[in-house]
């Protein structure tokens, strides 16, 4: 059998072919190797400013001359800064890399309206201690008013202070092992659960809650700041009930002058209103 004849046409483009073929194989890897190289590089210098500072933490901190001369609080809005100062027990002269971070915020977070802390250092001697305070979704009522932002956690309600949040009862606290209180978790779901589908439906409904009541047999009562009506529901069908809810009053606004004192929603298609 004759072998087929390769013209010089075909013989160039094959060539070509290959050409193109070994350009893309090349650009392909190019980029991976570039990215290994990276983060090979990024991982030595890491590992290196790692062991720098193990090596010489030491050192700086018998260093005399690095010490605090300033203290300066940061974030806080309510705690007063001259209580935060007092509880970091950190004073001038203090070595500005000898003192113990950890045990610094432990202190701090006795405040149960401090929920987070960071603490930042200069080589000028100033030490800054910048505090995320906790931000309140509700006033509990456990014997005394209390304060409880989304985790649960509680503090006690200032003196002369005014807060524009729903008063909730019904509910348990518990004390943590850091003698802070806080609301039980299987009531925090059942409360974020409730004013989550109230905002779905209307958040300046939710925002008009003035009370709210859990009961032990699965009800829950809610007053509201603009009307003098008293709103009891389960919390079985809670989104069917809510929406049922915003509906009646609804009809109720349509009615000009006419105020209804109580609504039952404890069934979630029916409405008893009186």
């Not at 949040?165 to 779901?189: A, C, E, F, N, W």
């Amino acid at each position: 059998m004759a072998k087929k004849r390769i013209g010089a046409n075909q013989r160039l483009r094959s060539f070509e072919n290959r050409k193109k073929r070994k350009a893309k194989a090349k650009s392909i890897k190019r980029p991976v190797f570039t990215g290994l190289a990276i983060f090979c590089f990024v991982i030595v210098l890491g590992s290196l400013i790692g062991y720098g500072v193990n090596m010489y933490m030491p050192k700086l901190k018998k260093i005399k001359f690095l010490t605090v001369r300033k203290v300066k609080v940061k974030g806080n809005e309510k705690v007063p800064t001259d209580q935060i100062v007092s509880l970091a027990s950190i004073n001038k002269g203090d070595p500005l890399f000898g003192l113990n971070s950890k045990k610094v915020k432990v202190r701090l977070q006795q405040i149960p309206q401090i929920g987070k802390v960071s603490i930042h250092r200069s080589f000028t001697g100033a030490l800054t201690l910048e505090v995320l305070e906790r931000k309140p979704i509700a006033l509990v009522n456990l014997g005394t008013i209390q304060l409880m932002d989304k985790t649960g956690t509680l503090w006690p309600l200032q003196k002369n202070s005014y807060w524009s949040l729903p008063l909730i009862s019904g509910v348990q606290d518990t004390l943590m092992h850091s003698s802070i209180r806080k609301v039980k978790k299987d009531y925090i779901k059942r409360i974020t659960k409730l004013l989550g589908e109230i905002a779905k439906e209307d958040v300046m409904v939710q925002k008009d809650i003035s009370q709210i009541c859990f009961e032990q047999d699965g009800m829950v009562s809610l007053k509201f700041g603009s009307k003098r009506t008293l709103v009891r529901l389960s919390e079985k069908n809670i989104g069917p009930a809510i929406k049922n809810v915003m509906q009646v009053f609804k009809t109720v606004d349509a009615q000009k002058g006419y105020q209804p004192h109580y609504i039952n929603m404890c069934y979630s298609d029916l409405a008893f209103v009186k």
